[in-house]
């Protein structure tokens, strides 16, 4: 299972937190990866110049809300079939 943390701290929420959470839920939603995608918020993963952070099984990355759907597919969509070819 992939886990995701979204950082919910200062930096983070201002710069777009709740938007990027709510894309993923979207998305996790729609493709049906809830059994496969672990999503939590987090509290500052300690890139706060770089926010959103986001932390895909524990490697951060910078998301933009505007990016949010992107990154998913990228990245998170990447992990779901690494784990699957497991």
Do not use: W
Not at 20 to 37: G, P, S
Not at 48 to 64: N, P, Q
């Amino acid at each position: 299972m992939a886990e995701l943390k979204i950082c919910v701290g200062s930096a983070c929420h201002l710069k777009g937190s709740y938007s990027v959470i709510e894309t993923f839920k979207h998305l996790i939603e729609i493709k049906t990866l809830a059994n496969q995608v672990d999503l939590k918020a987090a509290f500052c993963l300690g890139h706060c110049t770089e926010a959103v952070s986001v932390s895909l099984d524990g490697k951060i990355y910078s998301v933009t809300p505007d990016k949010a759907e992107s990154f998913f597919n990228k990245f998170v969509l990447e992990r779901v079939k690494y784990y699957e070819d497991s």
